[in-house]
């Protein structure tokens, strides 16, 4: 699988303190345009950061160029973090409370899925306590007929983004403890019956 170009310009904006180690008389104006760039990481009005088309066209260099110096930077950026360890500054808990994918795909009525996505609700905070799985959360300051303002934890992920640690928080709506049990306690003896039948063979 070829690079993530779009990943890869992210991850180089974002980490571009990293950036003046590995600068060269070849990477200079990349270098350059990647840190006159942070503004789309930062700035609302910019709804994206560039591509290596873009990139390529504002220096008047061929986009081929661009992508090698761009993943040779990436290639030293992502191997730095083993000498230099990546500090995480800050930590955010986002709070998703919708219906899981794979129920989604079993609901047939369209109205009712529509209505579901609808309702989902995402927003970021800081918790002085991280809820654990199976506990309800009740966000009694969404007085929102519309959106769902409880439920019940059913996981939990980390995501690092830059220097931020990312805690995402899925909710859902309706069901509770029990029921993540029973779907993970089926999981598991589906996983027990196909590792036997791998045995009989």
């Known amino acids: 699988m070829g690079l993530n170009y779009h990943k890869a310009i992210y991850t180089l904006i974002i980490h571009q303190d990293r950036l003046e180690q590995f600068r060269n008389p070849n990477n200079e104006l990349v270098i350059q345009l990647l840190r006159k760039w942070n503004a789309y990481l930062t700035d609302p009005d910019y709804p994206s950061y560039p591509d290596t088309k873009e990139m390529a066209s504002s220096l008047g260099m061929e986009r081929q160029k661009v992508n090698v110096q761009i993943k040779d930077l990436y290639k030293r950026v992502i191997s730095s973090f083993s000498d230099d360890p990546l500090i995480i500054k800050d930590y955010v808990h986002v709070i998703y409370i919708h219906i899981p994918y794979d129920e989604e795909r079993g609901i047939k009525n369209k109205d009712y899925l529509s209505t579901l ?67 993970m306690k089926d999981k598991h003896e589906w996983r027990l019956r196909m590792e036997r039948q791998r045995d009989i063979r």
């Open 117 to 183: 996505g609808e309702r989902s609700l995402w927003f970021e905070t800081k918790l002085p306590f991280l809820p654990r799985i199976g506990e309800s959360i009740s966000l009694d300051f969404i007085d929102d007929p519309l959106k769902f303002n409880r439920g019940y934890v059913n996981e939990i992920r980390y995501e690092i983004e830059g220097h931020t640690q990312r805690v995402i928080i899925y909710v859902h709506p309706f069901n509770d403890f029990y029921h993540q049990w029973r779907k």
